[in-house]
């Protein structure tokens, strides 16, 4: 068994910052890929941001420039330092990762954290 658990999620004011992060827990020999997604409602999910084992780091559109993903491969954690946070922002935030099991490689999806960017 593999989990994701996140934290971080919160209230903010626009303009504002947070940092989430998720750390993998489980039956894991090494992690491919971790990185955040996001939700609003009405919408579909979205990349937010990604890291690889390599460091090489994707963000979304619409976070560029705001916000910035690190990430422990060998502790299986990855963090998400969110600036300048807007309104627009305000979604569920899932964890995601690509794993290396015994069997092979496998996908996992924390439960979500709620970020909301208000004043």
């Known amino acids: 068994q593999v989990q994701l658990v996140e934290s971080g999620g919160g209230l903010v004011q626009p303009g504002g910052s947070l940092r989430l992060s998720c750390a993998a827990s489980?039956?894991?020999?090494?992690?491919?890929?971790m990185g955040w997604y996001r939700q609003a409602p009405g919408k579909q999910r979205e990349l937010v941001a990604t890291?690889?084992?390599?460091?090489?780091?994707k963000y979304g559109d619409s976070v560029m420039g705001r916000f910035t993903i690190s990430g422990d491969n060998a502790k299986n954690t990855v963090d998400l330092q969110m600036n300048s946070l807007k309104p627009e922002d305000t979604a569920v935030y899932y964890c995601?990762?690509?794993?290396?099991?015994?069997?092979?490689?496998?996908?996992?999806w924390g439960q979500g954290t709620q970020v909301t960017v208000s004043s």
């Open positions: 995601n990762a690509l794993v290396q099991r015994f069997g092979g490689r496998n996908e996992y």
């Open positions: 890291i690889n084992s390599g460091g090489s780091r």
């Open positions: 489980g039956s894991i020999f090494s992690t491919y890929v």
